[in-house]
């Protein structure tokens, strides 16, 4: 073995020892908030709804982020136990389901996506479980078009907010103010843009949880520092022949959620009740 090898070996070794060192420290705080929970605090329970369609970056992103919290219990949440298939194919198995959730939650998530994401918009048996969840929730937050779900359901009226930028311009129709912004945050309403926002946006509740240093931290940890190598992922800096390229993959994607939230938005405003909290 030469220098050269025994080197990245060394750092490999290093780099693996202190991220076991960071999981057993979150272990043990678990296991302190466990024995301490009956007596002074319990954990910090985030409720991740997932469901067929969804985009899996929208949630595994933030979820690395999330099973980096120290004191918190992460439950992926779905109608039944059966392994969620994502829209690349990933099959993602829940922990919860709607039934046997915990009520009331402190971070109640919804991530994003295209046709499945649409079909929820006019699915009373989510938005009735997004409804009441919401009502109770600390924080009430999406990634991607999982705004769109939220809007349906009557959690954002009054709420500035964001979406993925082919559907964002339709947030209004369900009560929201949109804000053109990688995250927006609006009280207790914390909503980001499409995709790779997750982790930005993870961050951000990171913070709310537990502070600006342990969210510097957890940057650090996860050598979170953004390069992309064409440029900003976003309408204003895209070219015009990459703006063309977007029309037939998008424009039916938002005629499919402009339909669905004309649908949601007459039942918002025959129950203006439904989702205020």
């Known amino acids: 073995m030469n220098r050269r090898e025994f080197s990245q070996q060394l750092c490999g070794a290093a780099l693996i020892g202190a991220f076991a060192k960071l999981a057993i420290a979150q272990q043990q705080t678990r296991d302190m908030s466990g024995k301490q929970q009956s007596a002074s605090e319990k954990p910090t329970e985030i409720a991740m709804f997932i469901y067929p369609g969804m985009t899996a970056l929208d949630l595994i992103g933030l979820q690395q982020v999330f099973g980096y919290l120290p004191g918190v219990n992460v439950e992926l949440v779905a109608k039944t136990t059966n392994p969620v298939r994502s ?5 993602i198995q829940p922990s919860k389901t709607f039934a046997d959730c915990v009520d009331p939650v402190d971070v109640l998530f919804v991530g994003g996506g295209s046709d499945g994401t649409v079909a929820l918009m ?3 048996e989510t938005l009735d479980f ?8 600390k ?14 359901a009557g959690l954002l009226r009054g709420y500035k907010a964001t979406s993925h930028w082919s559907v964002r311009d339709l947030l209004p129709q369900l009560g929201a103010e949109l804000v053109v912004n990688r995250v927006v945050q609006d009280r207790n309403r914390i909503t980001a843009g499409g995709i790779t926002a997750g982790i930005d946006f993870g961050l951000r509740v990171a913070a709310e949880l537990r502070g600006e240093d342990y969210a510097r931290f957890l940057t650090l940890a996860l050598e979170y520092d953004p390069q992309p ?9 895209a070219t015009p022949a990459v ?3 977007s029309h037939p993959a998008f424009d039916p994607l938002h005629a499919a959620f402009r339909d669905a939230a004309l649908q949601a938005r007459k039942k918002l405003v025959s129950n203006p009740q439904k989702g205020c909290s």
Request: glycine share 14%; charged share 25%; with cysteine.
């Open 130 to 137: 997004l409804t009441r969840r919401g009502k109770t929730a």
């Open 122 to 124: 006019t699915d009373s």
């Open 229 to 237: 190598p064409f440029g900003r992922g976003v309408p204003e800096k």
């Open 243 to 245: 703006e063309k390229m």
């Open 139 to 152: 924080l009430v937050t999406s990634v991607c078009t999982g705004s769109m779900v939220l809007g349906a």
């Open 87 to 91: 829209d690349t194919g990933i099959s």
